[in-house]
C-alpha cells in the first residue's frame, strides 16, 4: 500500500502538466477523460488547442452533418487560425455539408477527405481497436480483412452499388479558401476532374499530399507535382505511373516518403524506378506494391544503395574498409540517408476483378540474396521491413540481414505455398529484440523454442533477476502454414507478451484459429470472420 501512495495520480498534477499530456492524445482519447471528472473535462473543453485538429474519422460511420456542425460550433472559436479537418471515411456527411463548413472557416492546414479512413494515422496513432475491427474490417469496401490496404488478393468481384465520395464541386470550395495556408492534403479514392487538379496544383505550400486510388489522368497527376515542389510524403498506389511522371517525382530532393504502384510493366521499367530513388537523398520510407516489373534488385541495389555490396555479410566495417582504399584512402560520404521502412509487395490478382474466383494467381517479385546484402549494409536502421512472395532469396539471406536489424520493430515475409525456403536460424528475440509485429506466411523458423525461452539472470546488487520471456513488444501476431509452431508456443507468448493485441493463426502447427471449437483461456473476443483473435 505505502508504494501505491507515491505513485503520482494523473488528477492530482498542475494542470500546465496535465495540459501538456494530452496534447498527445486523440480525439477519442480526449472525448472518453471529458467523462472522468469536472477538472478533466473543463481543461479539455476550454482549451482551444486541443480542438485545432478535428480527426473524425474514428467516428465516421456515426457522425452525421448535425454533428460535425455542433461539434465546429463549439470548438471551434473565431480566434483559432490554421484549422485540421479530416472526415476521411465519414459516409454520412454530405458535400452540401462540406460547402456550408467552409463558408464558415477557410485557410485550412491540413484537409483530409479520403473515402476510406486513414490507415496510417490509426496503427500510429490512435489504439481504439473495438471501432477499427467492428467497423472497419466489416465495412470498408477496398480494405482487406486480412491484410493492409493496397495488397490485392481477394478482391470482391463486384463493386458496391454505392460509393459514398464528396462532390468535385465541395473539393474545389475548400481548396480554394486555403491555396495560401494548405500544407497536408488527402483525397484517397476519390473521383477527381482535371479542374480539381488544377486547384491542388496552386496549393504551393504543400508537403504532405496523398492521391492514391484517384483515377487521374497522367496530364492531371504530371500537372499538379510539376508546381509542388515542396514535398515530403507523397503518395500515389493505383495509380498508373509514365517514366515522366517518375521524373518530375526525382525532382522532389525533400522527399522523405513515397508509395507507389506499378501497374503496367510495359511503361515502367526497374531501371526507371532506380534512376529516380537515386536522386531522392533524404527518403526514408518506400513503398512499392503491385509490382510486376521483374527483378527489384535494381530497384534496392542501384536506387536505393550508398555502396555496392554482392556478397554475405559479416561484418559492414569491412565493406566500409574496403571502400575507404578504393576511394583513396578518404571516408566514404554516405549521400543518402538511411531508410526506415521498406515495404515490396506484388500484385497478387493479376486478373480483373470480373472474372472467376478461380482464375485469380498469385505474382511474385523476382529479389536475390543480394538486395537483402545491400540492406544490411546500407540500412542498418530499418524499422520496419515487408516482402510479399519474395523469389529468389534464401533463408541465409535472411538471416544475413536480420543479425545487423537491431531496430527492426515489424517484419513481414510472404511466401508462396509450396516453395522452398529453409528455417530462418535469427528471428529470435535475441538478434531481433524490438520486433512488436510478425508477418510469415510460409516461412518456417528453425527455433520457435528460442521465442518463448527464459532471458538470462542479471545480477542486480544481491538479487538476481532474470529477464522477461521473448518479444516483450509484441503487439501482433500473424502465422499462415508454420508447421512447427505448437499450441503450447502460443499460450506462452499470449500469457507472458502483455502488449500482444491481435493473433492469426492458420494451418499452423496443432493450432488453427479459424476452428470455433479451439479457444484459448486468456482470449476475450474471437472474430471469426477475418480469422483475427483479440487478447
Given at each position: 500500500m505505502e508504494n501505491d501512495n507515491r505513485i503520482p495520480r494523473l488528477d492530482i498534477l498542475p494542470t500546465e502538466v496535465v495540459i501538456a499530456i494530452f496534447k498527445f492524445l486523440s480525439i477519442v482519447d480526449?472525448?472518453?477523460?471529458?467523462?472522468v471528472c469536472k477538472r478533466f473535462r473543463l481543461i479539455i473543453y476550454n482549451n482551444i488547442e486541443f480542438w485545432k485538429y478535428l480527426d473524425l474519422s474514428p467516428f465516421g460511420e456515426r457522425l452525421s452533418n448535425e454533428n460535425l456542425f455542433m461539434i465546429v460550433k463549439t470548438r471551434w472559436k473565431s480566434t483559432i487560425e490554421g484549422h485540421k479537418l479530416d472526415l476521411s471515411g465519414c459516409r454520412l456527411i454530405t458535400s452540401h455539408a462540406l460547402e456550408k463548413l467552409v463558408e464558415l472557416h477557410s485557410n485550412f492546414q491540413e484537409i483530409h477527405l479520403n473515402v476510406e479512413p486513414r490507415y496510417d494515422n490509426w496503427?500510429?496513432?490512435i489504439r481504439y481497436d473495438y471501432w477499427i475491427k467492428q467497423l472497419y474490417y466489416k465495412k470498408s469496401p477496398t480494405f482487406l480483412k486480412n491484410d493492409r490496404p493496397g495488397l490485392y488478393q481477394r478482391?470482391?468481384?463486384t463493386k458496391p452499388s454505392y460509393?459514398?465520395?464528396?462532390?468535385?464541386?465541395s473539393i474545389q470550395t475548400v481548396l480554394t479558401g486555403s491555396f495560401k495556408t494548405i500544407k497536408q492534403l488527402s483525397l484517397g479514392n476519390q473521383s477527381l476532374h482535371r479542374e480539381t487538379a488544377t486547384l491542388i496544383s496552386n496549393c504551393s505550400q504543400l508537403i504532405r499530399l496523398d492521391l492514391s486510388g484517384t483515377n487521374l489522368d497522367k496530364v492531371s497527376l504530371q500537372d499538379i507535382l510539376q508546381r509542388v515542389i515542396q514535398l515530403e510524403s507523397l503518395k500515389l498506389l493505383e495509380l498508373e505511373l509514365s517514366p515522366m511522371t517518375l521524373m518530375m517525382i526525382s525532382r522532389f530532393t525533400n522527399l522523405q516518403q513515397l508509395h507507389i504502384s506499378v501497374?503496367?510493366?510495359?511503361?515502367?521499367?526497374?531501371?526507371?524506378?532506380?534512376?529516380?530513388?537515386?536522386?531522392l537523398r533524404k527518403l526514408k520510407?518506400?513503398?512499392?506494391n503491385q509490382a510486376m516489373i521483374g527483378e527489384v534488385d535494381k530497384v534496392v541495389i542501384e536506387g536505393l544503395s550508398w555502396i555496392f555490396c554482392d556478397g554475405p555479410i559479416e561484418d559492414s566495417t569491412k565493406i566500409l574498409e574496403e571502400e575507404k582504399i578504393k576511394n583513396g584512402g578518404?571516408?566514404?560520404d554516405q549521400?543518402?540517408?538511411?531508410l526506415q521502412h521498406l515495404d515490396i509487395s506484388p500484385k497478387l490478382d493479376i486478373y480483373p476483378r470480373s472474372r472467376e474466383r478461380s482464375m485469380q494467381i498469385e505474382h511474385y517479385i523476382t529479389i536475390s540474396n543480394s538486395s537483402l546484402w545491400s540492406l544490411a549494409v546500407n540500412h542498418p536502421f530499418l524499422i520496419s521491413l515487408r516482402l510479399v512472395n519474395a523469389y529468389a532469396i534464401s533463408a541465409e539471406g535472411v538471416d544475413g540481414l536480420l543479425s545487423s536489424l537491431q531496430c527492426l520493430e515489424v517484419f513481414e515475409l510472404r511466401r508462396w505455398r509450396g516453395t522452398e525456403l529453409e528455417p530462418l536460424q535469427k528471428l529470435t528475440p535475441k538478434f531481433c529484440p524490438k520486433l512488436r509485429e510478425i508477418v510469415l506466411h510460409g516461412v518456417e523458423v528453425a527455433n520457435f523454442n528460442e521465442w518463448i525461452k527464459d532471458g538470462e539472470c542479471q545480477d542486480e546488487g544481491n538479487l538476481m533477476i532474470k529477464n522477461k520471456i521473448g518479444f516483450q513488444n509484441l503487439e501482433i501476431l500473424d502465422l499462415v502454414d508454420v508447421s512447427t509452431f505448437f499450441k503450447f508456443h502460443a499460450d506462452v507468448i499470449i500469457k507472458n507478451c502483455v502488449n500482444l493485441r491481435k493473433v492469426r493463426l492458420v494451418r499452423v502447427g496443432d493450432v488453427n484459429f479459424q476452428d470455433e471449437e479451439y479457444k484459448l483461456s486468456h482470449l476475450d473476443n474471437f472474430i471469426n470472420d477475418c480469422g483475427w483473435m483479440d487478447v
Amino acid at each position: 500500500m505505502e508504494n501505491d501512495n507515491r505513485i503520482p495520480r494523473l488528477d492530482i498534477l498542475p494542470t500546465e502538466v496535465v495540459i501538456a499530456i494530452f496534447k498527445f492524445l486523440s480525439i477519442v482519447d480526449k472525448c472518453q477523460l471529458c467523462q472522468v471528472c469536472k477538472r478533466f473535462r473543463l481543461i479539455i473543453y476550454n482549451n482551444i488547442e486541443f480542438w485545432k485538429y478535428l480527426d473524425l474519422s474514428p467516428f465516421g460511420e456515426r457522425l452525421s452533418n448535425e454533428n460535425l456542425f455542433m461539434i465546429v460550433k463549439t470548438r471551434w472559436k473565431s480566434t483559432i487560425e490554421g484549422h485540421k479537418l479530416d472526415l476521411s471515411g465519414c459516409r454520412l456527411i454530405t458535400s452540401h455539408a462540406l460547402e456550408k463548413l467552409v463558408e464558415l472557416h477557410s485557410n485550412f492546414q491540413e484537409i483530409h477527405l479520403n473515402v476510406e479512413p486513414r490507415y496510417d494515422n490509426w496503427r500510429n496513432e490512435i489504439r481504439y481497436d473495438y471501432w477499427i475491427k467492428q467497423l472497419y474490417y466489416k465495412k470498408s469496401p477496398t480494405f482487406l480483412k486480412n491484410d493492409r490496404p493496397g495488397l490485392y488478393q481477394r478482391w470482391e468481384i463486384t463493386k458496391p452499388s454505392y460509393i459514398w465520395q464528396f462532390s468535385n464541386k465541395s473539393i474545389q470550395t475548400v481548396l480554394t479558401g486555403s491555396f495560401k495556408t494548405i500544407k497536408q492534403l488527402s483525397l484517397g479514392n476519390q473521383s477527381l476532374h482535371r479542374e480539381t487538379a488544377t486547384l491542388i496544383s496552386n496549393c504551393s505550400q504543400l508537403i504532405r499530399l496523398d492521391l492514391s486510388g484517384t483515377n487521374l489522368d497522367k496530364v492531371s497527376l504530371q500537372d499538379i507535382l510539376q508546381r509542388v515542389i515542396q514535398l515530403e510524403s507523397l503518395k500515389l498506389l493505383e495509380l498508373e505511373l509514365s517514366p515522366m511522371t517518375l521524373m518530375m517525382i526525382s525532382r522532389f530532393t525533400n522527399l522523405q516518403q513515397l508509395h507507389i504502384s506499378v501497374l503496367d510493366k510495359k511503361n515502367v521499367a526497374s531501371k526507371t524506378i532506380a534512376d529516380m530513388l537515386k536522386k531522392l537523398r533524404k527518403l526514408k520510407d518506400f513503398r512499392m506494391n503491385q509490382a510486376m516489373i521483374g527483378e527489384v534488385d535494381k530497384v534496392v541495389i542501384e536506387g536505393l544503395s550508398w555502396i555496392f555490396c554482392d556478397g554475405p555479410i559479416e561484418d559492414s566495417t569491412k565493406i566500409l574498409e574496403e571502400e575507404k582504399i578504393k576511394n583513396g584512402g578518404r571516408n566514404m560520404d554516405q549521400n543518402r540517408s538511411p531508410l526506415q521502412h521498406l515495404d515490396i509487395s506484388p500484385k497478387l490478382d493479376i486478373y480483373p476483378r470480373s472474372r472467376e474466383r478461380s482464375m485469380q494467381i498469385e505474382h511474385y517479385i523476382t529479389i536475390s540474396n543480394s538486395s537483402l546484402w545491400s540492406l544490411a549494409v546500407n540500412h542498418p536502421f530499418l524499422i520496419s521491413l515487408r516482402l510479399v512472395n519474395a523469389y529468389a532469396i534464401s533463408a541465409e539471406g535472411v538471416d544475413g540481414l536480420l543479425s545487423s536489424l537491431q531496430c527492426l520493430e515489424v517484419f513481414e515475409l510472404r511466401r508462396w505455398r509450396g516453395t522452398e525456403l529453409e528455417p530462418l536460424q535469427k528471428l529470435t528475440p535475441k538478434f531481433c529484440p524490438k520486433l512488436r509485429e510478425i508477418v510469415l506466411h510460409g516461412v518456417e523458423v528453425a527455433n520457435f523454442n528460442e521465442w518463448i525461452k527464459d532471458g538470462e539472470c542479471q545480477d542486480e546488487g544481491n538479487l538476481m533477476i532474470k529477464n522477461k520471456i521473448g518479444f516483450q513488444n509484441l503487439e501482433i501476431l500473424d502465422l499462415v502454414d508454420v508447421s512447427t509452431f505448437f499450441k503450447f508456443h502460443a499460450d506462452v507468448i499470449i500469457k507472458n507478451c502483455v502488449n500482444l493485441r491481435k493473433v492469426r493463426l492458420v494451418r499452423v502447427g496443432d493450432v488453427n484459429f479459424q476452428d470455433e471449437e479451439y479457444k484459448l483461456s486468456h482470449l476475450d473476443n474471437f472474430i471469426n470472420d477475418c480469422g483475427w483473435m483479440d487478447v
